[in-house]
């Protein structure tokens, strides 16, 4: 399956049951997240399906360091030379390839069937360098503007991050759209992981994209507003 257009200048790569998204700007290719290991090749024909070569990839930034997020940036890094951005907390697991800290599965059947389908602590994978650590509110200076927001709790060093342009949100394993908006398959912090869901309905976007689930293309915020906004406000 190839890649879909979300908005204009951004693209869905399907990388094995996980997305990551391709932003078009002025100053080349940005990809959030890098999919499950041995998907690389999706991506380097997303970039082809553009019209563009893969060495207009100039930055590669992930959510977090799981697996099935940074399971094929090796390969693409090794193709493309893209440089590499993570939050600090999340950049000994890339570097190392594993293991990975172990998570709790989500509350309820779903997530515990899950959380063990998907997800396998001691797994190990090609390292990858990461080049810049990213921290929390700054604007990276990339495909005119994106917001770093640090939304732990699924990890330590996930982030989600707002493309200004476009309006909108790549918000990782914050949260899934799989049968709507819901959790992820499991969190390192319950606590924490609703804090981030709450954080991420009092910002105002259009457009989101999701690690697991179909994108949104319009009024996205008010989606999060609703599930977490009111829902779980103190």
């Known amino acids: 399956m190839g890649a879909k257009r979300v908005i204009n200048g951004v693209h869905v790569v399907p990388m094995g ?10 100053d080349g290719l940005t990809l959030i997240d ?11 024909q997303a970039i082809r399906g553009l019209g563009r070569s893969p060495d207009q990839l100039k930055h590669l930034i992930f959510t977090h360091g799981h697996p099935d997020h ?14 590499t951005l993570m939050h600090p907390l999340d950049i000994p697991m890339a570097e190392s390839g594993g293991p990975f800290r172990p998570m709790r599965p989500a509350p309820g059947l779903l997530g515990q069937v899950l959380c063990r389908l998907f997800f396998d602590p001691d797994e190990r ?3 990858v360098a990461i080049n810049q650590p990213l ?7 990339i495909a005119g503007g ?4 640090h939304t732990p709790g699924h990890c330590a060093g996930h982030v989600a991050l707002l493309w200004r342009p476009g309006r909108m949100l790549f918000a990782g394993d914050v949260c899934t759209n799989l049968m709507g908006l819901g959790d992820p398959v499991g969190f390192e912090s ?7 869901q709450r954080k991420l309905a009092s910002f105002s976007f259009d457009a989101a994209g999701f690690g697991h689930g179909k994108p949104i293309a319009r009024n996205a915020s008010a989606q999060f507003r609703y599930k977490w906004g009111q829902q779980f406000a103190a």
């Open 17 to 26: 049951m996980a997305n990551a998204y391709l932003i078009e700007g002025d």
């Open 34 to 44: 890098a999919g499950f290991p041995g998907k690389e090749a999706a991506v380097f």
């Open 70 to 83: 940074i399971g094929s940036a090796a390969g693409i890094v090794r193709e493309t030379s893209a440089k």
């Open 125 to 127: 994978m090609d390292p």
């Open 135 to 141: 921290s929390d509110g700054e604007i990276l200076p």
């Open 146 to 149: 994106i917001e770093v927001i």
């Open 190 to 196: 319950l606590e924490e992981g609703r804090a981030s």
